[in-house]
């Protein structure tokens, strides 16, 4: 699987790209501007894209607004965009044109080795990888919702996990409990909030985001 990486700091650049090398992935790219980044995207036919949002020389975001030209120009690219903070404008960007192959993560999941290059090949496989205090916020947001208050603990568990971007078997293993149950507190979530019901993994998460993210 070819990465194309772009991280302005040298020694995290280093790291991720002995780590990424280490689990079998082949560094196309990894560059330090996003003037590099453009570059990148252009000469290479990279699998997936990880992009630190903030790249020299403006040191805004550079590094998101590159990989979202990229996805314009290559639609469905996929790309695991690395913020210090959480920016939900960033993540709302991000999921702006409703396709998958997207994942936000907080620096700070790159020291979680197996967490980190899970979130990288579900991205890869056009699946969303969305950082757990991202989501926690616009929970929170949302929280006093009259739909939100009627799900019950459990079903906001499942809902975390499921806007994460978690398969029901990854859910279904964290919360120990059957896959047929995570489906039917699914099926729950979905009628309480109104929202469409879908056999496919990634447009449940992507009607999950854009419910907690609207208003």
């Not at 020389?57 to 120009?73: N, V, Y």
């Not at 993560?105 to 950082?131: H, I, P, S, W, Y």
């Amino acid at each position: 699987m070819r990465v194309v990486l772009a991280e302005d700091l040298f020694l995290l650049r280093d790291g991720l790209v002995r780590l990424l090398e280490a689990y079998d992935f082949e560094i196309a790219a990894a560059v330090e501007s996003g003037p590099e980044l453009s570059r990148a995207f252009a000469e290479s036919e990279p699998d997936v894209a990880i992009v630190d949002v903030r790249l020299p020389p403006s040191h805004t975001d550079e590094g998101l607004q590159c990989a979202l030209a990229a996805r314009q120009a290559k639609p469905g690219l996929p790309v695991l965009v690395l913020s210090q903070h959480v920016e939900q404008l960033y993540a709302r960007e991000l999921l702006a044109d409703g396709n998958g192959g997207i994942g936000y993560l907080l620096k700070d999941r790159v020291f979680d080795a197996e967490q980190f290059v899970d979130a990288v090949r579900r991205v890869a496989a056009g699946g969303t990888a969305m950082d757990p205090q991202v989501i926690s916020q616009l929970l929170s947001r949302r929280s006093q919702d009259r739909p939100m208050g009627m799900l019950t603990p459990r079903e906001l568990e499942v809902m975390e996990l499921m806007a994460q971007g978690r398969s029901n078997v990854a859910i279904a293993s964290q919360l120990v409990i059957t896959e047929r149950a995570v489906a039917k507190h699914t099926s729950n979530i979905f009628g309480k909030l109104s929202l469409p019901p879908s056999d496919d993994d990634n447009r449940r998460v992507l009607a999950v985001l854009a419910y907690l993210d609207r208003g």
